[in-house]
């Protein structure tokens, strides 16, 4: 009878061990695929600011025959990074994960109103709770 206890035991012991082994693989396994997801989007944000540099040093040594950089298909984007580069914002539990917009920072309008969208101001007050934020000369 001693046995079979201790065998039980033993088995009890090892599907625990098991477990805690699967579970710290899948949660290496998870940060090593957070990893290089944000390996991939930094490479790519950098390569946007890079390139952006090297327009602004070609700019400065040609002078004034310096090609325009703001016709064509690029007019309504130059001088902007793309939004699939910019970081989102996550919502956890109804709530946002991280609000990183605090007073006084510049922001433009993307919302649905189209009579503010695009514009540019500065905001006054936030308001985590409600998720909102008052920015000056659009919210009045």
Known sequence: ??????????????AAR??????????????????????????????????????QREDWHLGPLAPRRDVGDKAETYGTVPLRLVESVEK??????NWGIREGDRVCVVGKNERDKGKIGVVRKV?????????TGINM
């Open 1 to 14: 009878m001693q046995k079979l206890f201790k065998r039980t035991s033993q088995v009890q012991k090892q």
């Open 18 to 55: 098991r477990q805690r082994i699967a579970k710290s693989k899948n949660a290496s396994d998870t940060r090593k695929l957070q990893h290089n997801q944000l390996r991939v989007h930094n490479e790519a944000r950098r390569g946007v600011f890079v390139s952006a540099r090297q327009a």
């Open 92 to 97: 956890m539990d109804g709530k946002w994960k």
């Open 127 to 135: 308001a985590e709770k409600a998720e909102s934020c008052k920015v």
